[in-house]
């Protein structure tokens, strides 16, 4: 019916700061880019750096739910370590009242990705980790020019984790106005895109990380970045296999093995019920019980 709406409800959460709107659904959405790009602005819309569905699979795999997640500026994003914390957390917030704990793999654009949140359906914060699979060849940096208004690159490394990720190792990433090198530096990579981190190391088993995040510009956190730089710090022999990730939100923990381990929190913000044209969202659904 012409008018007709339907009240759409999201959680929306965050990992160290980087927050997510997140809402469960029977597909995801023929205009989802669009739905992002209005609910995660900042000014006219709930405010996120992104959007994501969760769609159910048909069990016949591991994975049991699907991960689609769309930047604030309405690009696909193949994987996010703080988005699937947070979905995990909003799954579990789906669970009966006080149920603790949750062990799920869902399926991303990336590949399968498995989830242990250590909680209960009542706590805002929870503990997550995901096991982010292995790093891969990044794109070509061949040619590539990088500005950091005179701050030196001590290395650069191109680094996939299903994502890409360009890790330019510095003294001091607090130097560099990242507002305006990360997306000259980005640019290189168009029209695909590139995470754009620089990292410092401060000792064995700590590093400082600021991001550029494609299709959402300057976020407090970025998770499967932290994996990026850990394992080319590791790589190259100047960090440990455990190693804190300090960003501006918090610190994140990344296991360097066989698979990358991601671990932090996922913090419980709000929900908001949405009113959208019925056109717009179609088989959506909603969030689902919210026990909080």
């Given at each position: 019916?012409?008018?007709?709406?339907?009240?759409?409800?999201?959680?929306?959460?965050?990992?160290?700061?980087?927050?997510?709107?997140?809402?469960?659904?029977?597909?995801?959405?023929?205009?989802?880019?669009?739905?992002?790009?209005?609910?995660?602005?900042?000014?006219?819309?709930?405010?996120?750096?992104?959007?994501?569905?969760?769609?159910?699979?048909?069990?016949?795999?591991?994975?049991?739910?699907?991960?689609?997640?769309?930047?604030?500026?309405?690009?696909?994003?193949?994987?996010?370590?703080?988005?699937?914390?947070?979905?995990?957390?909003?799954?579990?917030?789906?669970?009966?009242?006080?149920?603790?704990?949750?062990?799920?793999?869902?399926?991303?654009?990336?590949?399968?990705?498995?989830?242990?949140?250590?909680?209960?359906?009542?706590?805002?914060?929870?503990?997550?980790?995901?096991?982010?699979?292995?790093?891969?060849?990044?794109?070509?940096?061949?040619?590539?020019?990088i500005d950091l208004g005179g701050v030196q690159v001590r290395a650069a490394h191109s680094i996939d984790?299903?994502?890409?990720?360009?890790?330019?190792?510095?003294?001091?990433?607090?130097?560099?106005?990242?507002?305006?090198?990360?997306?000259?530096?980005?640019?290189?990579?168009?029209?695909?895109?590139?995470?754009?981190?620089?990292?410092?190391?401060?000792?064995?088993?700590?590093?400082?990380?600021?991001?550029?995040?494609?299709?959402?510009?300057?976020?407090?956190?970025?998770?499967?970045?932290?994996?990026?730089?850990?394992?080319?710090?590791?790589?190259?022999?100047?960090?440990?296999?455990?190693?804190?990730?300090?960003?501006?939100?918090?610190?994140?923990?990344?296991?360097?093995?066989?698979?990358?381990?991601?671990?932090?929190?996922?913090?419980?913000?709000?929900?908001?019920?949405?009113?959208?044209?019925?056109?717009?969202?179609?088989?959506?659904?909603?969030?689902?019980?919210?026990?909080?």
């Amino acid at each position: 019916m012409v008018g007709e709406t339907v009240a759409v409800e999201l959680t929306r959460h965050h990992g160290l700061g980087n927050d997510f709107l997140i809402t469960f659904a029977d597909d995801v959405p023929a205009n989802g880019a669009d739905l992002a790009r209005r609910l995660c602005d900042r000014v006219d819309g709930i405010g996120a750096d992104g959007l994501v569905f969760g769609t159910p699979m048909d069990g016949l795999r591991d994975a049991t739910w699907r991960f689609t997640l769309f930047n604030s500026d309405g690009s696909s994003a193949e994987v996010s370590g703080n988005g699937l914390r947070c979905f995990g957390q909003a799954l579990l917030r789906r669970q009966p009242a006080g149920t603790t704990g949750l062990d799920v793999v869902v399926e991303t654009p990336a590949g399968d990705r498995r989830i242990m949140v250590a909680g209960s359906t009542s706590d805002l914060e929870v503990e997550a980790e995901v096991e982010m699979g292995t790093a891969e060849r990044g794109p070509s940096i061949e040619g590539i020019r990088i500005d950091l208004g005179g701050v030196q690159v001590r290395a650069a490394h191109s680094i996939d984790f299903g994502n890409p990720h360009l890790v330019l190792h510095v003294d001091d990433p607090d130097e560099v106005d990242l507002a305006v090198s990360g997306p000259a530096t980005e640019s290189f990579f168009a029209p695909t895109g590139c995470n754009v981190h620089l990292v410092a190391v401060v000792d064995r088993s700590t590093v400082r990380m600021r991001t550029w995040e494609r299709g959402a510009g300057l976020t407090t956190a970025c998770g499967s970045g932290a994996c990026a730089a850990a394992y080319v710090l590791h790589a190259g022999g100047l960090v440990d296999d455990v190693v804190e990730v300090r960003m501006p939100g918090g610190t994140a923990t990344v296991t360097v093995g066989d698979t990358v381990r991601l671990a932090g929190t996922a913090t419980f913000v709000d929900v908001h019920s949405v009113d959208l044209p019925a056109d717009d969202v179609g088989v959506l659904g909603n969030g689902g019980p919210d026990n909080g």
